[in-house]
């Protein structure tokens, strides 16, 4: 499974993935407050590093990030 990085996500390189940078991966934005961890609907590299992939169910991690 070829999941992108921080970097694919933090589309304006603001150091921090947005909702709006994250709208396109369902996968992601369904485990949002999982991974947003001080709540400020903002990921960033310390929050994305912690999150563990492999918490994701089989359904979203058989998504690609441009599947809708």
Do not use: Y
Not at 25 to 37: E, F, Q
Not at 39 to 56: G, H, S, V
Request: charge should be negative.
């Amino acid at each position: 499974l070829d999941l992108p990085t921080f970097f694919d996500r933090d589309m304006d390189g603001d150091g921090v993935i947005s909702l709006e940078e994250a709208a396109d991966w369902s996968a992601l934005t369904s485990a949002w407050d999982c991974i947003d961890r001080n709540r400020d609907n903002q990921i960033d590299m310390r929050e994305w590093n912690a999150f563990d992939p492999k918490t994701l169910s089989s359904e979203q991690k058989q998504k690609k990030p441009d599947d809708k």
